[in-house]
């Protein structure tokens, strides 16, 4: 996996969203165990402590468990996976018709360009 961190937001987020991500979107399946923290964080080039608290995330937002002798999985419930996965396309969707609103768009112009698939 490819990670992209920047500066403007703490890393530990960034993290949490990018794991997200990659939970909803099939490369990790319900139920499959997750790497480790020490794995995740030398995969991203990151502090362990950043990661576990990017996972830690996850697990309160209950994307994944945690188990002390079975250690962190994916959650069984592909109903919050997929609660989730729309969480983030109303995000994007959002944040387009916002950055074309600001280029002079309407809602029914910025949906037409969509389905046309200019850009």
């Keep these: ?26 490369r990790y399946q319900c139920g499959d165990k997750m790497p480790s923290v020490r794995e995740l964080a030398k995969e ?40 989730c996965r729309n969480e983030f396309a109303q995000k994007i969707m959002a944040a387009y018709l916002q950055d074309m609103a600001e280029l002079g768009y309407t809602r029914s112009q910025a949906a037409k360009m969509l389905e046309k698939g200019e850009g």
């Design 1 to 26: 996996m490819e990670w992209n961190i920047d500066g403007e937001r703490p890393i530990w987020i960034q993290l949490k969203e990018q794991l997200a991500k990659q939970i909803v979107s099939g």
């Design 44 to 83: 991203a080039g990151v502090n362990p402590n950043t990661m576990q608290r990017a996972l830690a995330a996850l697990d309160q937002e209950g994307l994944t468990t945690t188990s002390r002798t079975a250690g962190r999985k994916v959650t069984d419930y592909a109903e919050k996976l997929d609660q």
